[in-house]
């Protein structure tokens, strides 16, 4: 049985169209005449697909049932990422391609959540922020400050942020990964 559109909210999964989308942004509307609807940019948990449409009650959607079960990531080869469930130990094996916008954030033993759906490994929920040293940048001077300006760092991972000036090699940072920020040195 299906959801109202009108109970759909950010941060939600949902299925549609048999798969699994998480809800980033809806915009519910009630015209005059005529029935609500409600726009919506979902995102596929298996491809990374983004998606516009608009939601009618008609649409067959229905909350999705999402398992998280926390991993911790291994290594990689070339094809594929390895994580160990934290609760089972087993190895769980993950094509590049299913992860590929968090790939340049995974270090080795970061702590992390699986999303599963119907047992199925979906995709990936990141912390929010990581601790990660910095491998390359500009060397920084005495005098440089918090308030005059930034420039671009290396991490561990070969992600690339801005940091303060004052920030050398070797410095352990904080990072947003969502906002991609640099948040403080640690």
């Keep these: 049985m299906g959801i109202s559109v009108g109970s759909i909210r950010p941060s939600m999964v949902i299925i549609y169209d048999d ?41 067959n959607v229905r909350e999705a049932e999402i398992e998280e079960r926390k991993l911790q990531y291994s290594y990689n080869d070339a094809n594929n990422y390895h994580f ?17 916008d968090k790939a340049e954030w995974l270090k080795e033993n970061l702590e992390i959540t699986g999303l599963f ?5 979906v995709n990936l929920k ?3 922020t990581v601790v990660y040293k910095i491998i390359e940048t500009e060397p920084g001077f005495k005098g440089d400050s918090v308030k005059s300006g ?37």
């Design 84 to 100: 160990m469930d934290l609760e089972t130990y087993e190895e769980l094996i993950c094509n590049k391609s299913a992860i590929e």
């Design 19 to 59: 798969k699994p989308y998480a809800v980033f942004e809806c915009n519910h509307v009630k015209l005059a005449r005529g029935p609500a609807f409600c726009k919506v940019k979902l995102k596929c948990l298996k491809s990374s697909q983004i998606l516009d449409c608009t939601l009618r009650d008609s649409d």
């Design 150 to 186: 930034t420039k671009p760092a290396t991490l561990e991972t070969g992600a690339i942020v801005q940091v303060p000036l004052f920030i050398s090699v070797g410095d352990l940072v904080k990072v947003d990964i969502q906002d991609r920020q640099y948040l403080s040195r640690v």
């Design 117 to 121: 759906y119907n047992n199925e490994f």
């Design 126 to 128: 990141m912390p929010v």
